[in-house]
């Protein structure tokens, strides 16, 4: 199998992004890995293998590399002797934050008919958006924390109970993120937010609270990693998620009761369910007092989660393999030329 690693990308986590593909070089194994760079300006690149570091992207050296056009059916490099196409079995939606999960890497592969793993369009719309995020589990039964939302033009004024923690609606790798315990603290925490987002969320803050992370995909059946219980701090910062999306070794299964694994599978099985068919993602949930409620959506997680996994890369086979494309419509202007008949022309 083949598959090409798309990662980079206009956004605040594109260097993450390339963390997560120069890691994904060590979780395959025995598959075949294209990797096509998304520079900032949004021009795509094959990056051979030998220049997978750091440095080739901090430094501009991956504008040495091979440009390639996107087409339909995937990526080709263009020459003077025609357009040669990079044959992969599928590409993988690598690409962090704005770009990769706010739906346009979706819409390009799904306009050009290119074999993809990634959220869908409007799998993207629900999981990109923290409130819409709100409202989608809402609507499939899964718990929430209360929340406020602010606007960047609205008054800065919260009803919700210190500590609270405050989050941009349209970004991950908590950038921008910050709890709040004094109201001194309040102003300055929404000015960060504010530098990313024109919107954020207030939620509050639950000191005792067991936040758990459950990622997944349906392929012909149910394909659960275990459930993990992350670093115990107060949240994971920007470093923090950056240095973890370096992961390529296993990590122990949490210590959680039956009901509790049962319930968190279950929740994670409704939001999965249809909307995220077509790709691997991660859901956060806090516990408390025996109540389970998703934290967020992480539609493309840091090295796509693969620590959590037994065996990833043969899950990655088996999904690809059980990809579903758009089936085609077929034009055949019968509708104009019955028009054109009843006004009796050819």
Known sequence: MSIAILFGGSSFEHEISIVSAITMQKVFKSTTLVNIFVSSDREFFLIEAK???????????????????????????????????????????????????DGKIAALMEFYGVPYISPRLEAC???????????????????????????????RKISIPLPVIIKPARLGSSIGVSVVKNISELE?????????DTDVLIEPFMDGIKEYNQAGCLTDKWEL??????????FLDFEKKYMDFSRDGKVSSAEVSSKIEAGIQESFKKIYDPLFR???????????????????INPIPGSMANYLFEDFENMIDRLVKSLHTESNIKVDYQYIHSIQSAKGKA
């Open 51 to 101: 220049d997978m570091k750091s440095t080739t992207f901090s430094s501009g050296n991956y504008k040495k590399s091979k440009k390639l056009q996107l087409q339909k059916g995937g990526f080709v490099i263009s020459g003077m002797f025609g357009d040669k196409k990079v044959d992969v079995d599928a590409v993988l939606n690598l690409v962090h934050g704005r770009d990769g999960e």
């Open 278 to 296: 077509g790709s691997l993602i991660r859901c956060d949930f806090f516990v408390q007092d025996g109540e389970i409620y998703l934290n967020e």
């Open 225 to 234: 990693s275990i459930i993990e219980e992350p670093h115990k701090v107060e």
């Open 188 to 196: 300055y925490a929404l000015d960060v937010a504010f530098e990313f």
């Open 125 to 155: 719309a629900m999981s990109y958006n923290k409130l819409y995020t709100k409202f989608f589990a809402a609507s499939v039964g899964v718990k929430t924390l209360p929340y406020e939302l602010l606007s960047k033009t609205s008054e």
